[in-house]
């Protein structure tokens, strides 16, 4: 096992069987043609010709939209389509910073192939002078990737909240920070993948950032989503990730770009362009 292979486990597939979801004339999404089939139902939101999805041409804005996809998500979830429903609203658009077309649940997300947004945090510290991570491992009940090793703050981005205040918010639920603490963070980039999962298709972007805490801090879980947490140096994280599939898929990745931006995986290292381009293989139109 390798670097390489974590990345490549998000490789994007073949979207050529999937039916493009058009709104405003913009691809937001991919289904599957099953699903293209099972909203015919629903004539009074969703429009389904043979290669494409639409909305009814009646939804001309946001509030229309999130109103009418929302009624259909909650007949989609009595009917057992829509697994995991967690009464969240994401963010519907061309890419994170353009405007937003409407709000769908999130559960529902990877069933229509829009991009779905999430702040990672990678926790450090020192000590006996050697630097280390906080790892978290996911709860048993988590519906994705349980008893999985995860960043020690991870969440997804709703809908209506900006990303650092999201981050801290999940700070204070996954590990107990501190606010005053929390804010310390320092975005560092974003890793983007197009895969496909048990769940529907996974067009997500990371937003990565780290948190220098202090030697004596120790995490306590506070909303249940974590069952405890390890400090692990960076020669066991990099052991971990390359030899093992402890980690949530995704939150490799995040572990990978760590290493590669502190020098812990060399620029002489034979997959180095690979794994770069790998960790950034979403292509999104930016408007």
């Not at 990672?120 to 630097?131: D, P, Q, S, V």
């Not at 900006?162 to 606010?179: G, V």
């Amino acid at each position: 096992m390798s670097f390489l292979d974590r990345i490549n486990v998000c490789k994007a597939p073949d979207l050529s069987p999937y039916v493009p979801f058009v709104v405003d004339g913009h691809i937001v999404g991919y289904v599957k043609p099953d699903l293209a089939a099972e909203l015919k139902d629903f004539p009074d939101t969703f429009t389904v010709l043979p290669q494409v999805l639409g909305l009814n041409d009646k939804l001309q804005d946001v509030e229309s939209r999130t109103a009418g996809v929302g009624q259909v998500m909650e007949v989609l979830m009595q009917r057992g389509a829509v697994p995991g429903w967690r009464g969240e609203k994401y963010k519907v658009a061309v890419s994170f910073s353009a405007p937003t077309l409407f709000e769908i649940e999130r559960a529902a997300v990877p069933l229509f192939g829009t991009i779905g947004c999430g702040v990672h945090m990678n926790g450090i510290t020192r000590r006996g002078g050697e630097l280390c991570m906080w790892v978290g491992r996911r709860s048993l009940s988590k519906p994705t990737g349980p008893g999985k090793l995860d960043q020690m703050v991870a969440g997804g981005q709703p809908a209506g909240i900006s990303l650092k205040d999201n981050l801290i918010k999940e700070c204070a639920e996954e590990a107990n920070i501190p606010a005053e603490i929390a804010v310390l963070s320092v975005p560092v980039g974003a890793i983007t993948y197009c895969m496909e999962r048990p769940e529907g298709l996974r067009r997500d972007v990371i937003f990565a950032y780290d948190l220098v805490l202090p030697e004596d801090f120790e995490p306590e879980n506070t909303d249940g989503e974590m069952e405890d947490f390890r400090l692990m140096t960076m020669d066991e994280l990099s052991a971990c990730v390359q030899e093992t599939d402890d980690f949530k898929f995704n939150c490799s990745l995040v572990v990978i770009d760590f290493l590669i931006r502190h020098g812990y995986i060399e620029a002489d290292h034979e997959d180095y362009l690979k794994i770069i381009d790998g960790l950034h293989s979403l292509d999104i139109q930016e408007p």
